[in-house]
C-alpha cells in the first residue's frame, strides 16, 4: 500500500509511531509493509517522495524542529489537494482539525481523493457528520475503500466492533459517555473540585483543549452519536437533528446531592429507534448505582448497545489519546489491505 | 452451505430459531442461505435428508413431542458418527454436553469431522479446552475452518472481538467475570439472600444446573480462561495449571462487610504474562467500587483486557441463554460462510 498523510498533528504522529514499533508484527502476521509516499501539512511542512519516507527521520525531525522541512530527500511544499491528486498514494489518510460546521478542510479533500480514486482513512468527525451518506456513495462509485473507525472512541472499537460482531443483529438504542472531558471533569466534581477547577486540571493533563466548548456543551458527543445513528443504525440525522445540552448546565450542588444517594451525573449521548425513527439527544442524566455507565469514570469512554438477540452489549476504553486514535488509523488501513488481498 | 447438527438441545434449538427469525437479513445482507442435511440427537431423534430439513416443522416437533422421529422425511436412527461421515455437509454444528475431564463425546465427533474435511462450529468448551492446539492443527491440515466462539461468553463476542478488533495489539492481561450463575448468586446475596437462598433462586430462574458444581466451584470459569489463554494470548495451558477457587468459600458475612465498604464480592477469572509465561487463575475476589467489573450484576458477564496500545478495553453482555449462544454458532457459521465467498 501507498499512503499520503494529509495532517501530521497528534493522531498521524500517533499512526507514524505504531508503524515504527509494530513493523515486525505488521509485515509477519498482517503482510502490511506500507509506504508512505507523501505527507502534507500546512504549518510543519509537506514533503513527496516517490521511493516513500523514512518514518525515523520524519519523527525525529518533529521531535527535535515540529517541522520536516529539513528531511533529506524529496520535494517539498506541495500542498493538500495536490498531495492527493499527485502522491501516486492508493490511500489517504486525513487528519486535519474537525470543524462540525463546514466540515471544512476535510470534507473538500475527502472528496477529492474518492473522485481521484483513493481510499480514505480518517478520523474527521466533521466531514462524516455533514456528509456520510454522499461520501459512502462517492466511495463506492469510485470503488475504493472508506473507514473511520477513529471519529467515534478514538480506537476503541466502535464501528468496526458491530460490522465484524453483530451480523444479523438490530441495534435498538445506543447509550454512551462519549465524551472524555466531559466525563473527567464530572468525575473530579465528585471529589469536590468546582467545575472550574476540574476544567482547569483537564486542561493542564492534555485532556481538554483551551476552547473547551465543544466537549462541554455537548457537541462532540452529539458529532458521535450522529456518525453512530447513521452508520451503525441506518440513519440519516442531521446535527441540528440531536437535542443537545452540555454539562455545563450541572451544577455543583446537584452532584453532591445525586452522590449522598450513591447516584452518578453522567454526560450521555442516546439514540433510539422508535416506530422506524431515530430519536437522538445529549444531556447531562442522573445515573443509579446500578447502571454499569455510572463506573465509567475519568476520561473513559462507553457505548452499550441494545439488541434484539444479544440484549445489551457494553464496550468500554479510551476516548481519545495519541496512540489510541493513532490505532484507529491503523485498523483501518487494516482492513483496507485484507480487503484488497482478497 | 450444507450444515448437520449434532446435538438437539437448547443451544442448537436457538440456532434453528434465530435461523428461521433472521432467514430474510441473513439471505439479503449475508447471503447466507444454509441447507441442514441432517441433525444427530442420542435422546430427540436423527435425521438425514439429502434434500434439507424443514426448520419450521423440526420446531413444530420439539415444541409438541420433544422428539424428532415424526418428522415427514428422511432417513432416520443414524448416529453422530455415521451423520458427520455420510450426511453430505461441509460444515458440522456440534453441541454436544461439555465434558471438561475427557472432552467426550465432542472431542471425538470433531477429530472425525476434521479428519472428514467438514468445517466445525461448536459451543463445547471441553474439546477446546483439552485439545485447542490439537484441533486447531488438524484443521489447518484438512483446510477446513474450525470455531468456537460460543465456548467463552455465549454470544458475547470475545473470540471474535479479539480477531477482528485487535490487530497488532498484544494483550498483557486478562481479567474476567465469566460465569453468570455464580455472579448471580453473589449478587444475590448482597441483598440479604443465603447461599443457599439465592442458590436455589438461580435454580428456579434455570441460571443454575441441577448439579452446579461446575460453576460454583469455579470449574467452567476456568475452562474459559484457560480457552482465552490459549486462543487469545498464546498460551498452552492445561485446566490444572489454573489455581481455582470457587465461591463455596464466600461466607455471608464476607459480603456483608464488604458492602459496608461499598465494596464487592465477584469470581474473577484472571489470565496475566509474566516472563513469557501465562499465570491463569479463578478466585472470589474483594473489589472496590470504582473497579467497573464491580458493577457486572446479575448472570451478565464481563471481559476486561489490558493492552499494549489500547490500554484497558472491557466488553460485557449476556453469558448464557438459547438465543445467545445459539447467536454465538450463528455467527461461526456467517465467518465461515464470508470465508468461502472470497
Known sequence: MKLALIGLGTVNRGL?????????????EYNFNPLI?????????????????????????????????????????????????????????????TDLETGEPGLSLLR???????NIVTTNKGPIVLAYRELRDLAEKNEV?????????S?????SFVESNFKGIEIKEVRGIMNGTAN???????????YEEALKRAQEKGIAEEQPEADIKGWDAAAKIVIVANVLMGGNLKFKDVSIKGIDTVRENDIIKALQERKHWKLIATAKKTEGKIIASVAPEILSDQDPLSKIT?????????TDILGNIMVSGPGAGKRETGYALLSDLLYINESRRM
Open 16 to 28: 507514524l509511531e505504531l508503524l515504527l514499533e509494530k513493523k515486525d508484527i505488521l509485515l509477519k
Open 145 to 153: 475503500i472508506f473507514r473511520f473507525e477513529g471519529t467515534v472512541l
Open 112 to 118: 477529492t481523493a474518492l473522485s481521484n480514486k483513493k
Open 298 to 306: 475519568g476520561s473513559i469512554n462507553a457505548i452499550n448497545f441494545t
Open 37 to 97: 509516499t507523501a505527507i502534507s501539512d500546512p504549518v510543519v511542512g509537506s514533503i513527496f517522495s516517490e521511493k516513500g519516507l523514512n518514518i525515523e527521520e520524519i519523527l525525529s525531525l518533529l521531535q527535535k524542529e515540529n517541522n520536516i522541512g529539513n528531511y533529506s530527500d524529496g520535494v517539498k511544499g506541495w500542498d493538500s489537494e495536490k498531495t492527493i491528486k499527485e502522491a501516486n498514494a492508493d490511500t489517504i489518510v486525513e487528519a486535519t482539525p
Open 184 to 194: 473527567y471533569i464530572l468525575t473530579k466534581m465528585e471529589i469536590g473540585l468546582s
Open 155 to 159: 480506537g476503541t472499537p466502535v464501528i
